[in-house]
């Protein structure tokens, strides 16, 4: 099975874990107690504290055992991993301090709370709970380089790759340098870092292939050096306890060019000595880099080694038991990582010799009695005795003669690279156009026919404009339709409201022009004063002209604008003017009935619109009563919607609280607050 590391929780330092524990059990139990409660209820109080935090310290230390592997329970492969990477031992003792802890939390816990049973105020209560937690966060403290360490582990085993050790492997293996990585680049979808200098990979690196369709995981190993296991460093014994407890095909990879820097001896001498870790897996030894040096060039004496290399790779492959000389090339072949050439004859060479010797483990187990006998091999029988040999068309009878007589399809590539190369040639592609008559792929298309550019027919944009067109015509026609509708409009009015019409499209124009010369300008005109405006437009005669059009009489606004002109009496004209005109107001109130318009009846009468009446005052900018009181009544219904919203007026753009923090905040059942 694979084991996801990934998934292990991150381990807080001693001083974050103390934190965290002594926050949580302020958030999440009472903080509040009081001298004059009976002494049981203070007991509770403070043992609930001890007891609330002696769970939370066992909890997350449980959870930090079950997290990490145990060494006695994971896979061998795993488990010397582990010793190798993290020292077995030192794992074990820090996985066993924080165990010991956990107990002696529980521990320390029982025997508080048996005291805190005991406690006759509500000092003595809180002393022991204040030793309690003390005395626990005291035994966490001292674990903190244990919990310093097993971090260090989590993160180094989250980067370890995911290697299962039951399924299909391929194990890449050798001297430093001799292109074991870049084998694996080739077969699968990793990306190893290659460098021409020695231990480029210092870890296990995997990758994925398929072959028959089924999923193989290839397994690259650091190179090993010639040495005593005792003298092996870190990186070396990595691929010792891969290649020790792997069931996996074997690739020992032998740089027959020396360019590793080791000699063809040194890498038999080193294959002679870790030859115990082959037993009972197929072996396969790879003749790399042979774009430098091909096999049938070594001297007698290094060809002799590498046969030798082969010969025993196939002893230990087969059991121990010698084969013929006829299966030299099930063990011994060749291939260059550069040139890509035997590369695949090494994967599927690799592959078949696993899936055969998986097969015959399988065939010598005990459960292979139950899955024969469970298995039919139906046998096809002649119907009668005619042939049917198989039907291959022509065309495939064709190529095949002609792929057997040595001829080469001349692909596109060839093309370039015979008519100089990418950047160079151009690909014909009219040689591959469909037409009726093959003679007219190479036909010029004419330019003029009749006397007439053909491009002149050929517009791309024909479809945009056709539309643009078509919306042209819909906009006149809708415009039309419109000013058909005002000249009915327009003959159905009689001369004065013609009159009016004039007046007020001849205004609109004069609007329009304004606020062109406006727009033209930028606004960035300067207010010119009343003493040099040319037109002298704000007149008083303009005012009595326009409010009178209105309805409205403007005479007192006229005499009042007139009288404001004087200097003298100024202040105490203005006083006499409004009083006279509030007398003459308050005259026709009297003179006029009192009549309520107000569409609510259940609604009190209230001074500003209860008892409104709405008489034909010309001072009020509206021409008749029923203006007036249309006008009061979409106040009063402006004004309830204001109030039903609770606004001020129309500039209240105030929110309220919707949840004030003093009746929102504060403990919780579920030790839950709305902000931490």
């Not at 296991?229 to 740089?255: G, P």
């Not at 010598?364 to 005795?385: S, W």
């Not at 330019?447 to 050929?458: C, P, R, S, W, Y």
């Not at 919780?668 to 902000?675: L, S």
Request: net charge positive; glycine share 6%.
């Amino acid at each position: 099975m694979a084991y996801n590391f990934k998934s292990i929780q991150s381990v807080p330092t001693a001083k974050d874990f103390i934190d965290i524990v002594l926050s949580k059990t302020q958030r999440g139990t009472p903080t509040v107690v009081h001298n004059g409660w009976a002494i049981q209820r203070i007991r509770q109080f403070y043992m609930r504290k001890v007891k609330f935090t002696q769970q939370n310290w066992h909890d997350k230390l449980t959870k930090i055992l079950e997290d990490f592997p145990k060494v006695d329970d994971v896979h061998p492969f795993y488990a010397d991993l582990m010793n190798v990477l993290y020292d077995k031992d030192h794992y074990k003792l820090a996985l066993g301090q924080i165990n010991m802890c956990r107990n002696l939390i529980d521990r320390i816990c029982q025997d508080y709370v048996r005291l805190l049973k005991y406690g006759d105020s509500l000092y003595r209560c809180k002393q022991l709970k204040r030793a309690a937690l003390g005395r626990m966060c005291t035994l966490m403290k001292r674990q903190g380089p244990s919990l310093a360490y097993l971090e260090q582990v989590r993160q180094h085993m989250s980067r370890l790759p995911s290697i299962d050790p039951n399924t299909r492997t391929l194990l890449v293996c050798g001297y430093p340098n001799v292109g074991k990585s870049s084998f694996m680049n080739k077969v699968t979808r990793a990306d190893v870092e290659v460098q021409p200098y020695a231990f480029t990979t210092k870890s296990l690196y995997v990758g994925h292939t398929d072959y028959k369709y089924l999923r193989w995981q290839v397994i690259d190993t650091p190179g090993i050096l010639d040495r005593p296991l005792e003298e092996r460093n870190t990186i070396e014994m990595q691929s010792i306890t891969a290649l020790a407890h792997l069931r996996a095909a074997v690739l020992y990879v032998v740089d027959i060019s020396e360019q590793c820097g080791y000699t063809i001896a040194q890498q038999a001498t080193l294959f002679h000595s870790i030859k115990p870790l082959f037993a009972n897996k197929p072996v396969v030894i790879v003749a790399n880099k042979t774009d430098v040096t091909k096999l049938e060039e070594l001297s007698a004496a290094d060809r002799a080694l590498v046969d030798e290399m082969a010969a025993e790779a196939r002893k230990i492959s087969s059991g121990g038991t010698l084969l013929g000389p006829n299966d030299a090339e099930q063990t011994l072949i060749t291939m260059s990582t550069l040139t890509e050439d035997g590369i695949s004859a090494v994967k599927q060479l690799a592959c078949d010799r696993l899936l055969s010797s998986r097969v015959e483990v399988k065939l010598k187990g005990k459960r292979v009695g139950d899955v024969v006998n469970r298995i039919h091999v139906a046998m096809p029988r002649a119907r009668d005795g005619m042939a049917r040999p198989p039907v291959i068309p022509p065309g495939v009878a064709a190529a095949r003669a002609r792929r057997e007589a040595g001829e080469k399809r001349r692909t596109e590539k060839d093309l370039q690279e015979e008519q100089g190369g990418a950047g160079v040639y151009n690909s014909d592609l009219r040689k591959l156009y469909d037409l009726k008559d093959p003679e007219w792929r190479y036909d010029i298309m004419p330019e003029i026919i009749d006397g007439k550019n053909i491009l002149d027919f050929v517009d791309p944009d024909i479809d945009a404009r056709l539309e643009a067109l078509e919306r042209e015509e819909e906009a006149a026609a809708a415009a039309a339709a419109q000013a058909a509708d005002m000249d009915d409009e327009e003959e159905a009015l009689d001369e004065e409201e013609l009159e009016t019409l004039g007046r007020i499209r001849e205004r609109k124009k004069k609007l329009v022009a304004e606020h062109r010369r406006k727009k033209a300008a930028g606004n960035n005109a300067a207010p010119m004063p009343r003493a040099v405006d040319p037109e002298r437009s704000r007149t008083k005669e303009r005012m009595r002209a326009e409010l009178g059009a209105l309805g409205l009489d403007a005479e007192a606004a006229a005499e009042r604008a007139a009288r404001s002109q004087s200097r003298r009496g100024r202040s105490l004209v203005r006083k006499r003017g409004r009083s006279a005109a509030a007398d003459a107001d308050m005259a026709e109130a009297e003179e006029q009935p009192k009549k309520r318009i107000h569409s609510s009846k259940s609604r009190s009468m209230s001074r500003g619109r209860a008892l409104s009446l709405a008489p034909a005052d010309a001072s009020r900018g509206l021409k008749d009563a029923t203006q007036r009181n249309k006008a009061i009544k979409m106040a009063d219904k402006a004004q309830w919607k204001l109030g039903k919203a609770a606004k001020k007026g129309e500039a209240d753009r105030h929110i309220p609280d919707l949840k004030p923090k003093h009746l929102f905040s504060g403990k919780r059942p579920r030790r839950t607050t709305d902000r931490r």
